[in-house]
């Protein structure tokens, strides 16, 4: 089961840098990638970032990155996100998705399909 908690350590407003948790549970942490993927309002669900499950490579796209820092606590299970410069455009429900493999190459980060247990999503609403 993969469950994210909710955990604010800025202000959801352009430019903050709150922190998004996700806590694990159900299965070996250690031995899976895990990513956070969004869903903005009307659009369909996009990859943002991911973790090997090593945590010794990580992946973001374009948009997010230098802003997005993604980490994982494999004695804790849990993986972080941590969002600075936040723009209207990162507006979304974000979901914490553990993967089917263990380091699976930037190709398979992206695909959604291979996500076999999700959170139930956290709101992030970016709005002056």
């Known amino acids: 089961q993969v469950q994210p908690v909710e955990s604010w350590g800025g202000l959801a407003q352009p430019g903050g840098s709150p922190r998004l948790l996700c806590v694990a549970s159900?299965?070996?942490?250690?031995?899976?990638?895990i990513s956070w993927v969004r869903q903005a309002p009307g659009k369909e669900l996009e990859w943002v970032s991911g973790l090997v499950s090593s945590g010794t490579s990580t992946y973001y796209i374009d948009s997010v990155k230098r802003r997005f820092t993604i980490y994982r606590h494999n004695a804790l299970n849990t993986v972080d996100l941590q969002m600075r410069s936040l723009k209207p455009e990162d507006t979304a429900r974000y979901y914490c998705?553990?993967?089917?493999?263990?380091?699976?190459?930037?190709?398979?980060?992206?695909?959604?399909?291979?996500?076999?247990?999700w959170g139930q999503g956290i709101e992030v609403t970016v709005s002056a």
């Open positions: 159900g299965f070996t942490f250690g031995h899976y990638s």
């Open positions: 998705a553990k993967s089917v493999f263990p380091f699976p190459a930037l190709e398979l980060f992206r695909r959604i399909e291979e996500y076999d247990a």
